[in-house]
């Protein structure tokens, strides 16, 4: 049986990314897709990015991921920027926009979101947002996407359109990591979302820790109650 993980928006959260690793390399997942947003509001970008690329089969870029590498100030991108070293920041800058592949005899498009798409697609949209996300890059069978922090699944003229949740900054009341999966066996598919617990208090600590953190206090705000705080820039 063929397993596929896809996982996104860490967003520089350690102990996050690190119960993801575990519980994928526990289920004995060799086959990893990431989907952007490795940095930003989180501390331990430079780690994160260390560990998506040891993970992952494959990485696409995320909002984030190039606000950071590129030459924009507001959103504290000049603080996260400076956690990273030239090698990891031409890292992002040379990340995709998207990827494909095929499982159980479909075609499945994968890439982050915003950059791509002019706003986020939320589950409760309506067909003609569900219709543009889907073609966004292309025609597929499947399409699985990030950047809403919202983990959903809907069907929309028999294609299927995922959000894999966020892997460390859940914004729909969950505080758990959330990834996704895809079971291949023959031309049968199974999906499920997995949601893990993980050390929410480590991450506020070293959040806390870091000095001159951009958001710091909503930032731990949204890791303690999964509710999005709105960025403010500084």
Same mark, same amino acid.
Request: hydrophobic share 40%; glycine share 10%; charged share 25%.
């Given at each position: 049986?063929? =397993? ?6 860490? +967003?520089?959260?350690? @102990? ?9 390399? !526990? ?17 331990? &970008?430079?780690?994160?990015? *260390? ?6 089969? =494959? ?21 996260? $920027? ?13 990340? @995709?926009?998207?990827? *494909? /592949? ?5 075609? /499945?498009?994968?890439? +982050? &979101? !915003? ?16 219709? =543009?996300?889907?073609?966004?890059? &292309? ?9 809403? +922090?919202?983990?959903? /699944? ?31 066996? &023959? ?5 499920? +979302? ?11 600590? /070293? ?8 958001? =710091? ?7 303690? !109650?999964?509710?999005?705080? $709105?960025?403010?820039? !500084?």
């Amino acid at each position: 049986m063929r =397993q596929i993980a896809f996982f996104a928006d860490v +967003h520089g959260n350690l @102990p996050a990314m690190e119960a993801v690793a575990a519980d994928i390399r !526990r289920r004995g997942i060799e086959e990893v897709y990431f989907l952007g947003d490795m940095v930003g509001k989180g501390p331990s &970008g430079a780690e994160v990015l *260390e560990m998506v690329r040891t993970i992952s089969t =494959q990485a696409v870029y995320g909002n984030w991921d190039r606000l950071v590498s590129g030459n924009y100030q507001g959103h504290g991108s000049g603080w996260f $920027r400076s956690r990273l070293s030239e090698e990891q920041l031409g890292y992002l800058r040379g990340l @995709p926009r998207d990827l *494909e /592949l095929w499982v159980a005899g479909r075609h /499945l498009r994968a890439y +982050h &979101g !915003r950059f791509t798409i002019p706003r986020v697609v939320m589950p409760y949209d309506g067909r003609k947002e569900i219709r =543009q996300a889907q073609a966004a890059v &292309g025609e597929a069978d499947i399409t699985v996407m990030a950047d809403a +922090h919202h983990p959903f /699944l809907v069907m929309n003229e028999g294609k299927m359109l995922v959000n894999t949740g966020s892997a460390g900054n859940p914004c729909d009341l969950v505080p758990k990591c959330s990834y996704f999966i895809l079971r291949e066996e &023959g031309s049968t598919l199974e999906s499920c +979302h997995i949601r893990l617990d993980y050390d929410v208090e480590r991450a506020v600590a /070293l959040a806390l820790e870091a000095e001159a953190l951009p958001m =710091q206090e909503e930032y731990v705000q949204e890791l303690r !109650r999964g509710v999005y705080m $709105r960025f403010k820039p !500084r």
